[in-house]
């Protein structure tokens, strides 16, 4: 199903998406941890060579990364949450805005705001019918989706289901055809916006590292649009 990928390309998708959901999410004390151990970038090497990435690519996103094995976990959690901080909210607005239909708006002349711009309803749209809401009963916040790390989970889903890994939910149909579609209608052009604003403006190596990660994901794994 989808692409003409087999399914274990589907599941190195789903692994790169994961991983840059986790980056661009508030960071948590696992992905600390992971940073921490090398686990971390064990996973974006994995994931890099299996997508046929060039060494050079590779050896700079993992030097980036490599600087964080054995430090102290609260002190690398601390830092990446400051620095998530100073990129995606800042004191008046972000940097770099992490929400799709924001950036959008603006790219329009409009002003951005969260939950209502066209292509923030779009997506929410787009999720649910595949299955995929917010549980506020359950906890969840109820924060908008388009927010790039909470795409990239999406993301990560249609590859899983792709796979085969997953099943949709019952009387959910998710066609051969949804991830091109909603990686080109929503994602690619603000992902490449995103990614090169993340690294031109992030202080710290982690983000760096991802936006560079970002970069290649969506050089080698995103479709391309049709002319």
Request: hydrophobic share 45%; charged share 25%.
């Amino acid at each position: 199903m989808g692409d003409g990928k087999a399914p274990d390309e589907w599941m190195y998708g789903a692994t790169a998406f994961e991983l840059l959901s986790l980056a661009f999410l508030l960071p948590t004390k696992d992905t600390a941890e992971a940073l921490v151990a090398g686990e971390f970038a064990d996973a974006c090497e994995e994931v890099l060579v299996a997508l046929e990435c060039e060494s050079a690519a590779r050896d700079e996103i993992t030097s980036f990364l490599s600087g964080y094995g054995g430090k102290d976990a609260e002190e690398v959690f601390h830092v990446l949450r400051t620095e998530y901080t100073y990129l995606f909210v800042g004191e008046r607005e972000p940097r770099v805005t992490p929400f799709i239909g924001v950036w959008a708006a603006h790219e329009r002349g409009q002003k951005g705001l969260l939950f209502v711009n066209k292509e923030s309803v779009e997506i929410e749209h787009f999720m649910r019918d595949r299955g995929v809401t917010k549980n506020l009963a359950a906890g969840q916040v109820n924060d908008p989706v388009d927010h790039i790390g909470t795409v990239f989970e999406f993301v990560k889903y249609l590859c899983l289901v792709n796979a085969k890994a997953i099943q949709a939910p019952e009387n959910v149909a998710i066609e051969e055809g949804d991830y091109e579609t909603f990686v080109c209608e929503y994602v690619s052009f603000y992902a490449r916006w995103f990614a090169d604003q993340v690294f031109e403006q992030a202080r710290c190596p982690f983000y760096k590292a991802m936006a560079l990660f970002l970069g290649q994901v969506l050089e080698l794994f995103a479709p391309k649009r049709s002319a």
